[in-house]
């Protein structure tokens, strides 16, 4: 069974809802490191540690949510006429795209205090360098608009020869530690692509898919693939299988919703019984490798994958079944310009680093109240991401 091709595309609100949610929930959760005396379930949880807090859960979801879109994307081309070859060409602009802004995001971690061009500096001319190539321009076509996209490249060429680090200087320096979130997703993005064009949508094939992603990931814990551990370096799977079978569980869960729609029981039956062997999966096996996000064990992808599954049966329910949408408006831009939204909070971080503005009295950023400070930064993140859409500044990639 594949995708039926006389079911009209549309773009829906319970896909775009649920990722408005989880961009919110990352912003908040990133956002954690400025509060005192917070909950320890809502924080990253340590390498050796056996768990996840919530925001172990959040990348996890979005990873998910790519594959959710993943079906939707590809068919709507193909609709237009677009052949595989140019669909697989679209999907391969769209990786670089991500891995050169997560390349460039992941070494900022590592810039030195002293370099010609400070930090906060850096940063800034970063993010405007993303919008300039990036940005969704209504007449592309335009000479001055492939003016301003040169003149993002050669920002970018010159933010990589200014970058400095406590050992090296320049684009030499910048080395490929780990490839940040949107390098990440990147990669589970192109994977779960060509798996879903190549495929022809075939849901079988689609399932196969995620048990091998799935079954790479238990060899890599489990020892098995030592012997070509050489190999790491130049050639491997993100996150050792674990990014993409994310990405695909949102491609098979994605599939059930166009075939069957929301009204149909069967759909519900299918994916809380996917959701189900996910998760109990995970809990099963978790006395082999513990549930760990740095790690990126076996167990932490499936329960998070479960979780993903039932979060979007939720967003459905309350979109889809019960038709409560008004307030999906007051975060919609969190869900259409969400690379945008990502982004916005690393200008504003640098521009309080660069005007010495200090942080908030401890009283506002500790417990209860420091929780309440994220979640209204990050609805205010999303109010300016608004802003800027309805003046047409939002990236498209």
């Not at 205090?113 to 500096?121: E, F, S």
């Not at 001055?144 to 406590?166: D, I, N």
Request: hydrophobic share 55%; with cysteine.
């Amino acid at each position: 069974m594949t995708i039926n091709p006389v079911v009209p595309l549309r773009r829906l609100i319970s896909i775009d809802a649920f990722r408005a949610i989880v961009m919110i929930l990352m912003i908040f959760v990133n956002d954690l490191w400025t509060l005192i005396d917070i909950p320890g379930w809502l924080d990253h949880v340590s390498a050796d540690a056996d768990g996840m807090g919530l925001a172990d859960v959040v990348f996890p979801a979005f990873l998910f949510i790519v594959g959710l879109s993943v079906p939707y994307a590809i068919e709507s081309r193909r609709k237009k006429g677009d052949a595989n070859t140019t669909i697989f060409f679209h999907i391969v602009a769209r990786t670089i795209a991500l891995l050169i802004m997560g390349l460039f995001l992941v070494n900022s971690e590592g810039y030195a205090d002293d370099a010609i061009l400070p930090k906060d500096v850096w940063m800034i001319l970063l993010v405007i360098a993303f919008f300039l190539i990036w940005m969704a321009y209504k007449k592309p076509e335009l000479l001055s608009v492939k003016l301003l996209k040169a003149g993002g490249v050669l920002m970018l060429a010159m933010l990589a020869a200014l970058y400095k680090t406590e050992s090296g200087n320049g684009i030499t320096a910048m080395g490929i530690h780990w490839w940040g979130i949107l390098g990440l997703i990147g990669w589970a993005y192109f994977i779960a692509s060509c798996v879903y064009l190549f495929s022809a949508g075939k849901p079988i094939l689609l399932v196969l898919a995620l048990v091998f992603f799935m079954f790479f990931s238990c060899a890599s814990n489990l020892g098995w693939l030592v012997p070509i551990e050489s190999i790491k370096k130049y050639i491997w799977i993100a996150g050792d299988g674990s990014m993409p079978a994310f990405s695909m569980a949102g491609i098979v869960t994605s599939i059930s919703y166009r075939n069957l729609s929301s009204a149909s029981k069967k759909f519900w039956i299918q994916m809380v019984l996917f959701a189900g062997i996910l998760i109990v999966f995970g809990l099963l096996t978790r006395p082999i490798w513990g549930i760990s996000k740095i790690r990126a064990t076996p167990s932490w992808t499936a329960i998070c994958s479960g979780i993903g599954v039932l979060g979007f049966l939720v967003t459905v329910y309350i979109s889809d079944i019960r038709k409560v949408v008004t307030w999906y408006n007051y975060v919609k831009s969190a869900g259409t310009s969400t690379l945008t939204c990502y982004l916005i909070p690393y200008i504003h971080y640098a521009l309080i680093g660069l005007l010495g503005l200090s942080q908030l009295p401890d009283v506002l950023r500790t417990g209860v109240p420091g929780l309440f400070k994220s979640l209204i930064y990050a609805l205010l993140i999303v109010f300016v991401t608004g802003l800027l859409e309805k003046r047409n500044i939002k990236l498209k990639i």
